[in-house]
């Protein structure tokens, strides 16, 4: 009998940013149509069903922090390096970890030819095109640059024809940062746009000055990456940015926070009212010190694995204080910051032992064999290692593993934390991170928790194009069983089921969060909220 539904999905527990409950989802063209406890053997017809067993049922994972298809020229971090992923290899990836939606990077680069930012979107996007990807994706704009003209006329142009309403900014990396006038000037500019504006919150000074010193003493292991980013680093940049935004009351999203002295800053301004938001990350919960040094030897080249920015924390207690972040709502999101290297690639972590980076163009200097003897023969620096680790795939089971099962976090806090709440800060609710009718079927069916036996993670398990994954034999006690990506199941059972074009381009509108925020002087006396 012909159903009005395509696909239901049965005995699931549902769960939203609000509620667990048992209930059933009937999807149709690609939308959730009706919650109900059951449907009637003629609801169900001969629609397809999935039978999640008891497990939980949520909305898709929202990951609004991805780098793919970033080359040396718009690395990550400025310093050469190039993602491993590209749009087809990183969604794969992604939608095996339960993930239906990702914001990655289109960048700005300091180049004259890299001034106008609509052509930087159309260069990215063509990359995205070129694979297509097995999930919904949106972008976030990079701005290196105050141009006045660039920010006027362009800025408005992201909004309307791209639905790009969001940037970042740097306050660290040579190519990249801005100083406090700069950021003041593409704040401003964000801010009168409805862009909420991402800050990478370090102070460049600071790193620069401890990195000669560490040089100098022959401290140039990747172990001292972490030593020349300790945490008062990131405690001074968001504490000045937090009043470069506070002058203009602009909505700023701290990316990437990885110390809980930095966390205070920011709780201590969502105190008073100010519309900051930040985001943590898998290898701030799951990384330490301790694993920049764990590789054979303090000084073995392959701690570069474990390098980003800013670094892992130093110990666990810092961990339980960043846990503690997510639960009291310090944190808004939890976004994997998958910044893909591969280790064994003179564009990979191992760029760190050659001569001069930054003279590299597309032509690697050294392959293969060559390049393994060099790094034999060379220390390398931490300098030159391009930061990042991958984990698009591992975000959704390692806050499940680490997070719910050990009751640090409920699981309405998981979905908010993961789907929902970036699906509200990025513009994109409720048709993502909903569970509503009317919204997007996108949903992360799970392992009923009774029968699934945990295991320990080995790369090769992975789908991205990473040859190393920071998690090695890290123990799972649960793993996304399907991936519905607008009601086609995308990954099933361990297999994917989906397509490289099966993901579109999503427009995204203006912060859920955001509207009125900057209109909300906290003391018109104190700020700077005339320039309105
Ligand atoms: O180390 C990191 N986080 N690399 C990625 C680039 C960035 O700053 O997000
Ligand atoms: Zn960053
Ligand atoms: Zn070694
Ligand atoms: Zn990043």
Known sequence: MASKFDLIVINGVIVTATDVIPCCIGIKDGKIHTLAPAFT????????????????????GVDAHVHLCQDLKTGPHGLGGECADNFETGSRSAAAGGTTTMITFATQTRDESDRSLIKVVEAYNARAEATGSYIDYGFHIIIVRNDEDVLKVELPALVKDWGITSCKLFMTYESQRLTDSQLLDVMLASQKNDITTMIHAENGDM????????????????????????????MEATNRAIALAGLIQNPVLFVHIGSAIAATNVRN??????PIYAETCPQYLNLTYDDLQRFHSPTCFENSKHVCSPPPPPGTSDQDELYLGLLNG???IFSSDHCPFRYDSPHGKLTGVLEDPSSMKDEAPCEGEALQDLVKRKPGSFRFIPNGIPGVETRLPLLFSGGLATGRITAQKFVELTS??????????PKKGALMPGSDADLVIWHPQKTFKSFRLINSMLHHNVDYTPYEGKEFVNWPRYTILRGKVIWAEGELTGKAYDGEYLKRGPSYFGKGASKRPIDSRKTATWLH
């Open 269 to 274: 301004a969502q105190t008073q009212g100010m």
């Open 207 to 234: 790193i620069q000055w401890l990195t000669e010193k560490l040089e100098d003493k022959g401290m140039v292991a990747p172990y001292y990456h972490a030593l020349s980013r300790p945490p008062i680093v990131e």
């Open 41 to 60: 053997s003629e609801e169900v017809g001969d629609a397809r069903i999935i039978d999640a067993e008891g497990a939980y049922v949520m909305p898709g």
């Open 420 to 429: 929902t709440n970036p699906a509200k800060l990025y513009g994109l609710y």
């Open 330 to 332: 310090t944190f808004t």
